[in-house]
């Protein structure tokens, strides 16, 4: 049997919410995040929404010594949260075996945008960029990680922590996804016709695409025996993993879902769990149609004659995609309905594809009880991921 590995501690920052509990209050309540792109000039692009955070405080528990970009600046602030969750400090951070492990599309961005609108060179930037300004400002001496699998890249992250920490080669992770919003995801994926001009419709027969979004997610992990010693309550358990790839298309999954089936199979497998054991799926449901319907393939082959049974919902209409950033959040919000027993509903949902014949949470949460959850994230290139958490012991 493997080692436990327990979920201490949890934050976020996104377009509905500046901590863990705003996010929870907006997504049980129908909150949206759309409003026009204020980021950038949009007047040249069909598509002019998207889900922009606000405001950005500094953070308080962290002092930083250098000027950091902005998808930075929106991990600290998530991860501020998350430490003060776990009852650590930045202080103990140091003093611990402490790694970290992030997820991202874009990285710190900035600096190329800077460039390509010959506006200067700006903060330091790259995919590196933003780990590389975490690990000196707490002064970490774990293993670092830098993972860019696309918007598959916070579960992906996860995994890559999971494993540290089974190897013994730390005894707290700190791991999560983000990204900022950036004038080069928005022309990119607008180039691809993949956004949406209004609201973004998981599963839904008129969908018309994503909303990018920005954000972060991160959660503390640790391993058992030192969570024990140092006598702190689990918020959770990391009960396993799938990844695997397909390289169907650079941006199309493959519609037969074969390799997301194996994802999925592969996490329950780790998590030492029947199929009949989850109660409900976070599902990556981005709202274009080739991704939902792929997605709901993999579920109604992997839970066979119990799919109808077993809740789905998608956050995505409420925050949009927050790309690198989607699944760590996405954790967090399983934390929370594993803690309350409540199932966070798919916003905008009005008429369900014929084709993506699951049970979809539609517009209100759900009061559900439920042992253990299983979060499913995908990525172009054909990118497969599945994390399975479940409720600790004490719970």
């Given at each position: 049997?493997?080692?436990?590995?327990?979920?201490?501690?949890?934050?976020?920052?996104?377009?509905?919410g500046?901590?863990?509990?705003?996010?929870?209050?907006?997504l049980?309540?129908?909150?949206?995040?759309?409003?026009?792109?204020?980021?950038?000039?949009?007047?040249?692009?069909?598509?002019?929404?998207?889900?922009?955070?606000?405001?950005?405080?500094?953070?308080?528990?962290?002092?930083?010594?250098?000027?950091?970009?902005?998808?930075?600046?929106?991990?600290?602030?998530?991860?501020?949260?998350?430490?003060?969750?776990?009852?650590?400090?930045a202080?103990?951070?140091?003093?611990?075996?402490?790694?970290?492990?992030?997820?991202?599309?874009?990285?710190?961005?900035?600096?190329?945008e800077?460039?390509?609108?010959?506006?200067?060179?700006?903060?330091?930037?790259?995919?590196?960029?933003?780990a590389?300004?975490?690990?000196?400002?707490?002064?970490?001496s774990?293993?670092?990680?830098?993972?860019?699998n696309?918007?598959?890249?916070g579960?992906?992250?996860?995994?890559?922590?999971?494993?540290?920490?089974?190897?013994?080669?730390?005894?707290?992770?700190?791991?999560?996804?983000?990204?900022?919003?950036?004038?080069?995801a928005?022309?990119?994926?607008?180039?691809?016709?993949?956004?949406?001009?209004?609201?973004?419709?998981p599963?839904?027969?008129?969908r018309?695409?994503?909303?990018?979004?920005?954000?972060?997610?991160?959660?503390?992990?640790?391993?058992?025996?030192?969570?024990?010693?140092?006598?702190?309550?689990?918020?959770?358990?990391?009960?396993?993993?799938?990844?695997?790839?397909?390289?169907?298309?650079?941006?199309?999954?493959?519609?037969?879902?074969?390799s997301?089936?194996?994802?999925?199979?592969s996490?329950?497998?780790?998590?030492q769990?029947?199929?009949?054991?989850?109660?409900?799926?976070?599902?990556?449901?981005?709202?274009?149609p080739?991704?939902?319907?792929?997605?709901?393939?993999?579920?109604?082959?992997?839970?066979?004659?119990?799919t109808p049974?077993?809740?789905v919902?998608s956050?995505?209409?409420?925050?949009?995609?927050?790309?690198?950033?989607?699944?760590?959040?996405?954790?967090?919000?399983?934390?929370?309905?594993?803690?309350?027993?409540?199932l966070?509903?798919?916003?905008?949902?009005?008429?369900?594809?014929?084709?993506?014949?699951?049970n979809?949470i539609?517009n209100?949460?759900?009061?559900?009880?439920?042992?253990?959850?299983?979060?499913?994230?995908?990525?172009?290139?054909?990118?497969?991921?599945?994390?399975?958490?479940?409720?600790?012991?004490?719970?």
């Amino acid at each position: 049997m493997l080692e436990e590995i327990m979920v201490t501690g949890i934050g976020t920052i996104n377009p509905i919410g500046g901590n863990v509990q705003e996010l929870w209050e907006g997504l049980l309540t129908g909150k949206s995040g759309v409003k026009r792109v204020k980021s950038f000039d949009v007047s040249g692009h069909q598509n002019k929404n998207g889900c922009e955070i606000d405001t950005l405080r500094e953070p308080v528990l962290f002092e930083t010594g250098r000027t950091m970009g902005r998808a930075t600046r929106i991990f600290m602030l998530a991860l501020e949260e998350a430490v003060c969750d776990a009852g650590l400090s930045a202080e103990e951070l140091a003093r611990e075996r402490t790694g970290l492990s992030i997820g991202t599309t874009m990285g710190e961005i900035e600096p190329l945008e800077a460039a390509l609108m010959n506006k200067g060179k700006g903060v330091n930037g790259g995919p590196h960029a933003i780990a590389e300004n975490v690990a000196d400002t707490l002064k970490l001496s774990g293993p670092v990680w830098t993972i860019t699998n696309a918007c598959a890249a916070g579960n992906v992250a996860i995994a890559r922590a999971m494993e540290e920490l089974l190897a013994n080669r730390a005894d707290i992770m700190i791991v999560g996804g983000v990204d900022a919003f950036s004038w080069a995801a928005f022309t990119g994926f607008s180039s691809l016709r993949a956004m949406t001009p209004d609201l973004c419709r998981p599963f839904d027969i008129h969908r018309q695409g994503l909303i990018l979004g920005e954000g972060a997610g991160v959660l503390l992990l640790e391993r058992q025996e030192h969570l024990l010693r140092r006598g702190h309550r689990p918020r959770a358990r990391l009960m396993g993993y799938g990844l695997s790839c397909d390289a169907h298309h650079i941006t199309q999954p493959d519609p037969a879902a074969r390799s997301a089936i194996s994802s999925i199979e592969s996490a329950l497998k780790m998590a030492q769990l029947d199929k009949a054991s989850i109660g409900y799926v976070s599902a990556h449901g981005t709202g274009t149609p080739a991704n939902d319907r792929m997605e709901a393939k993999a579920l109604k082959a992997v839970f066979g004659e119990t799919t109808p049974q077993l809740p789905v919902s998608s956050i995505k209409g409420h925050i949009g995609h927050t790309l690198g950033a989607a699944s760590a959040i996405e954790a967090v919000v399983c934390v929370k309905a594993l803690e309350t027993g409540i199932l966070p509903p798919t916003l905008n949902l009005r008429e369900q594809d014929p084709e993506c014949d699951i049970n979809v949470i539609a517009n209100e949460p759900l009061c559900k009880p439920v042992e253990y959850i299983l979060s499913n994230a995908y990525a172009f290139g054909g990118i497969n991921s599945s994390i399975v958490i479940g409720k600790t012991k004490e719970n």
